[in-house]
């Protein structure tokens, strides 16, 4: 069901797909019997993943509320996990590949959470998101988690911009800055985005300095 599932949502047939999805995560919630609260067990993994797939097609289907709740379920997975297997290694080195992988997973994830928040009119909600998502993501990150933590700094310094105030106007200056680093660094000086953002930062600093 699982694998019939991609391939649906590959051709574009996403309310089919969903359904299968359901379906496969009925089958491994029976299969599953974890202890209690512990969301780590059995076929845990595999219910996190099938929770982001069903995200991704219901945030596609426009059904923004239920692909919140699927992401934040996914989350929630995905850390539990990331944490079992830390846990488990011990003094063992943890396979550096899966789990670089599974961190970008919970980065992604976190981002499309602040974005369905924006789309739901929740920019509290949607900050929060995208503050947690700075914190997960350093200098060893992959480029890909690198470019969300750009993104999300563009984020906050929107939503900060406006929320008004003085504070506020400080702290969306502030994360433009840190966005216009990271956008130099990974796309160039040149780029159209580089740009944008540079004389953004240049028009909210001088409006700031009246």
Not at 42 to 69: P, R
Not at 91 to 105: C, I, L, T, W
Not at 170 to 185: G, P, V
Request: proline share 1%; with cysteine.
């Amino acid at each position: 069901m699982n694998d019939y599932a991609i391939v649906l949502a590959k051709h574009n047939r996403m309310s089919e797909a969903l359904r299968q999805y359901d379906a496969a995560r009925a089958v491994f919630g029976s299969l599953s019997h974890p202890a209690e609260n512990d969301a780590t067990d059995n076929y845990a993994f595999e219910i996190t993943l099938i929770e982001l797939n069903i995200a991704s097609i219901k945030s596609k289907l426009t059904n923004y509320q239920g692909a919140l709740e699927s992401y934040e379920r996914g989350v929630a997975g995905l850390r539990l996990h990331i944490a079992k297997e830390e846990a488990e290694a011990g003094s063992d080195p943890v396979d550096e590949n899966r789990q670089a992988a599974q961190k970008r997973h919970l980065v992604s994830a976190i981002g499309r959470i602040g974005s369905l928040r924006m789309k739901l009119k929740d920019n509290a909600g949607a900050l929060k998101a995208y503050l947690v998502l700075l914190k997960e993501v350093n200098e060893n990150s992959p480029v890909a988690s690198q470019m969300e933590k750009a993104k999300a700094h563009v984020k906050c310094a929107t939503i900060y911009r406006q929320m008004g105030s003085a504070d506020n106007n400080n702290r969306a200056i502030s994360h433009l800055q840190e966005a216009l680093t990271m956008y130099t660094e990974l796309h160039g000086a040149s780029h159209k985005d580089t740009k944008a953002i540079n004389s953004s930062l240049k028009q909210w600093t001088k409006a700031v300095d009246k």
